[in-house]
């Protein structure tokens, strides 16, 4: 059997934009558009063939540590816990290995799990519902209290009740300095949520600016964010 080498693909390749403290960029994008991968670069996951990008002025691949020390992740594929520890010792855990000590680990998980609210804390995460593993999945990514928090499909798979509660502490955790960048396929919730939204199509960035600046004819900005990406076009 004959296997034909296929020509490379490049997920992205005009891809510039910052993300300042206190604010909430939305990432969108059809599938396909390079929205994972411009996500898992900026968090260190996949090394830029070309091109770079930095937090707090660290390059991701040259001071990838200092990058690392800066960030929190929230992956869309929800493989960041011991499913067969429990909530509160997943958080003990990984802020020991973020260098906490057991005490100081001990004491940041207990802020954190009420900070997310999530009430079940010695329960198994085998048994957690998709809600649950959110909040927990969000507190683990703020144990080292991070500058940038790097959210991939932060809402996915959760009802309306949910959703919104995680927009909330969003807009709280922005509100108390820290940058936000949020990937969704939820155009609603980027318009309610985000100060800026980042159009991406094709590994291309097709428009950066204030998600109240889309709202040029009156109809709303989601509706517009919807023409765009159907159009493909550009602002």
């Known amino acids: 059997m004959r296997v034909a ?3 490379p693909v490049h997920a ?3 891809a510039s ?14 599938n396909g558009a ?3 991968t411009l996500i898992k670069i900026i968090g260190t996951l996949l090394e830029p063939t070309h091109g770079r990008a930095s937090v707090d ?5 040259t001071h990838s540590m200092q990058v690392r020390e800066r960030i929190g992740v929230v992956l869309a594929d929800d493989r960041g816990l011991y499913w067969r520890l429990s909530g509160r010792r ?4 990984f802020g020991v290995l973020s260098g ?6 001990r004491a940041r998980a207990e802020a954190l799990l009420d900070l997310v609210e999530l ?3 010695d329960k198994l995460v085998f048994g957690y519902s998709s809600g649950m593993r959110t909040r927990l999945n969000l507190a683990r990514a703020l144990l080292a209290n991070p500058q940038l928090l790097i959210l991939d499909e932060p809402t996915r798979s959760l009802d309306p009740l949910a959703a919104t509660w995680v927009g909330e502490l969003v807009r709280r955790l922005a509100g108390e300095g820290h940058a936000v960048l949020m990937a969704s396929h939820r155009l609603d919730e980027v318009v309610s949520m985000c100060d800026r939204a980042v159009v991406l199509m094709g590994g291309e960035i097709r428009h950066v600016g204030a998600v109240r600046d889309l709202d040029v004819d009156g109809r709303g900005a989601a509706r517009r964010l919807v023409e765009m990406l159907a159009a493909d076009e550009p602002v």
């Open 5 to 7: 080498a296929s020509e």
């Open 17 to 30: 934009f910052s993300v300042e403290p206190g604010e909430v960029v939305g990432l969108v994008g059809p």
């Open 34 to 36: 390079g929205k994972t």
């Open 57 to 61: 002025g660290f390059d991701v691949v």
């Open 12 to 14: 992205l390749q005009e």
């Open 90 to 93: 997943n958080l003990e855990l």
């Open 100 to 105: 906490l000590t057991r005490p100081g680990a």
């Open 119 to 121: 009430t079940d804390r």
